[in-house]
């Protein structure tokens, strides 16, 4: 891994035409895996992010280049090249900006349900075509703004790795209890949970990795839950109680259901419903 870094960091200014036909315009993101680089096409001056992946990483190159969604981070190109004899994965990327979700929450004071659409319609694009994202998280939601225009891109999807020890890798802020199974749609429902409570109140709902793993493991998490989405509107409260269920069978099924709740008026019976399940916890 050092040596990966020591190379990474040795790419911007190797003479290996690794970027050949892009310029390079500065360094956004390295770590022990991949690093990531704004770049000009120089075909047509269009700006991209150039992606580089250790070729031993277990999900190197994550990105598909016929997935093509207004929401989702387009993948224009896929290649291995070499940089000082070592190989390495490079994807030609969409450029999204550099703006994460969670750094326009830092700057925001208001709530865009526009970009609440977005992510969800975003996600539900990945599963159609069978793509969990597995580490859904603000950081992984790039925000664009442009001529008072938010556009929002999903990043990093289908990351499905382990470390070491067996354990999958995932931000534990946002991991179901159930995450070391393998992550699945529910993986993804109950992240979207967390993520639409953090867009109403700009806190993290579940602090650290220890109050995390505290909540739960033990049969008084979705009470808990319950407590902190009090403040949220309807129907997003119970978009998020729903995502929250300790129990991943009785979670939202799909992100589908997640968008008929929130753009259609709650029916009587719906009502009653949302009310009864309350009710259990309060």
């Not at 960091?9 to 680089?37: N, R």
């Not at 967390?194 to 709902?205: A, K, W």
């Not at 309807?234 to 979670?251: M, S």
Request: proline share 5%; net charge neutral; hydrophobic share 35%.
């Amino acid at each position: 891994m050092a040596q990966f870094q020591k190379k990474i960091s040795a790419a911007w200014s190797s003479s290996d035409p690794w970027h050949s036909g892009y310029q390079l315009v500065k360094k956004i993101y390295d770590s022990t895996e991949t690093a990531v680089y704004q770049a000009k096409r120089m075909s047509d001056s269009t700006d991209v992010a150039l992606r580089l992946s250790t070729a031993n990483h277990a999900s190197a190159n994550p990105y598909q280049t016929h997935l093509k969604h207004d929401n989702v981070i387009r993948c224009f190109e896929k290649s291995i090249v070499k940089i000082e004899q070592l190989s390495y994965h490079l994807s030609v990327l969409e450029w999204g900006g550099i703006q994460n979700l969670r750094q326009w929450l830092m700057q925001s004071k208001t709530v865009s349900l526009d970009l609440i659409l977005q992510l969800l319609n975003g996600l539900e694009y990945l599963h159609a075509n069978g793509i969990i994202h597995a580490d859904l998280k603000p950081e992984n939601i790039l925000v664009n703004e442009h001529e008072q225009k938010l556009t929002l891109k999903l990043i990093d999807y289908g990351e499905e790795t382990r470390l070491p020890d067996g354990a999958f890798k995932i931000t534990p802020e946002y991991a179901p209890p159930e995450y070391q199974s393998g992550p699945t749609i529910q993986t993804d429902i109950w992240a979207l949970g967390c993520i639409i409570y953090e867009i109403f109140t700009g806190r993290v709902l579940f602090e650290s990795c220890s109050t995390h793993r505290e909540e739960v493991s033990n049969n008084h998490q979705t009470k808990l839950a319950f407590d902190k989405l009090k403040t949220l509107p309807e129907p997003f409260r119970y978009v998020c109680f729903r995502c929250l269920q300790t129990n991943p069978d009785r979670r939202l099924h799909s992100v589908s259901d997640t968008i008929r709740l929130i753009t259609r008026q709650p029916s009587p019976q719906m009502r009653l419903r949302m009310m009864k399940h309350y009710l259990v916890y309060a």
